[in-house]
């Protein structure tokens, strides 16, 4: 079985409503694709996930608040702790980024962005960027970007 592995940190409610749209959007693509025993969507917060998630991972959706112009200090944590033990291991894996802001997003969008070029994963979709509003669009953005990730790997297309 493949596993899709939604990792998210946050202290208030709006990554944590990303984070939802992202699962919501990979059940229900798997469910209208019949392909729900053919991928696992697992959804951990960062202090939860390990690198024997990552490892597991087929494809990646990490999510972060916007903290002082910089990915959450939870985000980084992950990170740093999956680094090493994942490197050479996970290349071309899919992965993509959703954000909550209030700034303009872009130092927490490059600081997850330059770690994770170290790994090599591939991404799939530019980030998606929650600016100051969890809007109905970008909650339908996040659930679009579970049904790529969901059904992708189930059929082998990411």
Same mark, same amino acid.
């Given at each position: 079985?493949?596993?899709?592995?939604?990792?998210?940190?946050?202290?208030? @409610?709006?990554?944590?409503? #990303?984070? +939802?749209?992202?699962?919501?959007?990979?059940?229900?693509? #798997?469910?209208?694709?019949?392909?729900?025993?053919?991928?696992?969507?697992?959804?951990?917060?960062?202090? +939860?996930?390990?690198?024997?998630? @990552? #490892? +597991?991972?087929? %494809?990646?959706? #990490?999510?972060?608040?916007?903290? =002082?112009?910089?990915?959450? /200090?939870?985000?980084?944590? =992950?990170?740093?702790?999956? =680094?090493?033990?994942?490197?050479?291991?996970?290349?071309?894996?899919?992965?993509?980024?959703?954000?909550?802001?209030?700034?303009? /997003?872009? /130092?927490?969008?490059?600081? @997850?962005?330059?770690?994770?070029?170290?790994?090599?994963?591939?991404?799939?979709?530019?980030?998606?960027?929650?600016?100051?509003? @969890?809007?109905?669009?970008?909650?339908?953005?996040?659930?679009?970007?579970?049904?790529?990730? %969901?059904?992708?790997?189930?059929? /082998?297309?990411?």
């Amino acid at each position: 079985m493949k596993t899709l592995l939604i990792v998210y940190h946050t202290r208030g @409610v709006k990554t944590a409503q #990303l984070a +939802e749209a992202v699962e919501r959007g990979a059940r229900a693509a #798997l469910k209208e694709a019949e392909a729900e025993s053919e991928v696992r969507v697992v959804v951990k917060r960062c202090a +939860e996930a390990g690198s024997e998630d @990552v #490892l +597991e991972a087929d %494809a990646l959706a #990490l999510g972060t608040p916007e903290n =002082f112009g910089y990915m959450s /200090g939870m985000m980084k944590d =992950f990170l740093e702790r999956v =680094f090493y033990p994942c490197e050479g291991k996970i290349e071309g894996r899919p992965w993509a980024l959703f954000v909550s802001a209030g700034q303009d /997003g872009s /130092g927490a969008i490059a600081s @997850v962005e330059r770690i994770v070029t170290g790994l090599r994963l591939k991404k799939v979709r530019e980030p998606i960027l929650a600016l100051r509003d @969890v809007t109905p669009e970008i909650l339908a953005q996040c659930e679009e970007l579970g049904a790529t990730l %969901a059904v992708g790997i189930a059929v /082998g297309a990411l």
